[in-house]
């Protein structure tokens, strides 16, 4: 598989074409950002951890029947995947309040749900992200109603396939985001399962173990995402 040109350059990874017209390479680089892109960082080993831990959790939504782009892990930092036509919402779900629930219900973090909470938000970073309902995504057609009815079930069943995966390595799977696309008339799950766009917590100490060790400056970021690969027990080592 060749590398061909760079397509996009987003946040945290850069996607180049291939000598194959359905295949694409995602690059994981060490940026790290938040805020939509107001805080930035180079962060050492963060794409490494990355590629390897979307790799597993990757491999393990696979098996457990879910249709994703990923096809294989190609070096440390690049994983090749089949080129979807990319939705442009994200789908969130949340089995313990943080984040922008916390904020838009004023609702204490840590608060756990009785059954996962569903959201989507339109990808726009120059809109912030903004908090939409299937309403929206039907009168602008950025999905038909089969798509939206897709992605709300898919990412219910990954949530019940990766908490007990999660639970298993002593970690809670507060929330996370997923983005799906169009593979031919099916739909696939695209971009990436990694700490950046997840919340983890020890499930003893309640520790964070993702991405918000950045946002709020906790330290120890890779040093938490590594934690995370070792109880997984994601292969560290090539
Ligand atoms: P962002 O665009 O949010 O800054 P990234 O830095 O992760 O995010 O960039 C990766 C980009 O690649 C995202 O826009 C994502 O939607 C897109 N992408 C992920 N998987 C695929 C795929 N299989 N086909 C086409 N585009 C993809
Ligand atoms: N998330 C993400 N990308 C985004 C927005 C959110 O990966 O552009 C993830 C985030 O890491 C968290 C979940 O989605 O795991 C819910 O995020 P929230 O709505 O609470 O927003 P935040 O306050 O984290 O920006």
Redesign the pocket.
Known sequence: MKKGDLL????????YTTDQADR?I?HFRNDT?AFD?AKLAKLDRKGEMNNRINTFIMGHLESAGIAT?FIERISAVDSV??????IKVECVVRNIVAGSLSKRLGIEEGFDLDQPVFEFFL?D?ALHDPFINDSHIRAFSWASDAEIDAMRTLTLQVNDILKPLFANAGILLVDFKL?F?RDGDQL?L???FTPDGCRLWDAKTRNKLDKDRFRRDLGDVVEAYEEVARRLGVPLQD
């Open positions: 996009y350059t987003g946040k945290a990874k850069s996607v694409l995602l950002s892109g782009h995947v089949k080129r979807l036509d990319m990808k970073d983005e696309g696939a695209g971009d990436e």
